[in-house]
């Protein structure tokens, strides 16, 4: 089975841009999309097609791809992108969603 | 609005059987993709299923396949998961999802709120 690896944490201070990497064999040759969820709320779409933002989201947020890592990244990050976030990607007739990563804003 | 309303979660015995249902409204069901994801407390997203516009084809999870079974019906826009032989390690909050496409499973873009299921 194909495996999407993130880093359980990553700290950032406000104002500072939050990086959250997404690793897997040949990753960039898929495509990925990446995930925020709230605690007790449902998952957002915030990147999709490792770089497109779907309407209504940030221009803080953006993607990219290459290798074996996706990146998302947060500029400017604020206390309201405290959340977990998720990649995800489609390979071997699977849906793969890496193991989530939780972004704290100190 | 866009959205997906998911019900038919509960409490059921282990080995015991639940149908989940997910209703969708705001846009035209039959031209996207479905697929179930599950979250156990305090864990990450675990994808089920997923099931193209049409119905066919249908991919399933490794962790649930020959106990669940992904369905449609594109006239009562709503995608169906029929959970078989259940099992306490399947207590999840379920969500279903919007695909982006029709046949295309790398991204979905509207998520409902989510039923809790307990074995």
Request: with cysteine; net charge negative; glycine share 12%.
């Amino acid at each position: 089975s194909y495996d999407l690896t993130q880093p359980p944490s990553v700290s950032v201070s406000p104002g500072q841009t939050a990086t959250i990497t997404c690793s897997g064999d040949t990753l960039g040759e898929k495509y990925v999309s990446w995930y925020q969820q709230k605690p007790g709320q449902s998952p957002v779409l915030v990147i999709y097609q490792d770089t497109s933002r779907p309407s209504g989201i940030s221009e803080r947020f953006s993607g990219s791809n290459s290798g074996n890592t996706a990146t998302l990244t947060i500029s400017g990050t604020q206390a309201m992108d405290e959340a977990d976030y998720h990649c995800q990607t489609w390979v071997s007739s699977a849906v793969v969603f890496g193991g989530g990563t939780k972004l704290t804003v100190l | 609005e866009v959205q997906m309303l998911e019900s038919g979660g509960g409490l059921v015995q282990p080995g015991g059987s639940l149908r989940l249902s997910c209703a969708g409204s705001g846009f035209t069901f039959k031209d996207f993709a479905m697929t179930w994801v599950r979250q156990a407390p305090g864990k990450g997203l675990e994808w089920v299923s997923v099931i193209s516009g049409t119905g066919d084809p249908t991919y399933v999870a490794d962790s649930v396949k020959g106990r669940f079974t992904i369905s449609r019906d594109n006239s009562k826009n709503t995608v169906y998961l029929l959970m078989n032989s259940l099992r306490a390690e399947d207590t999840a909050v379920f969500y279903c999802a919007k695909g982006l496409w029709g046949s295309d499973y790398d991204a979905f873009d509207i998520w409902g709120p989510g039923t809790l299921v307990t074995v």
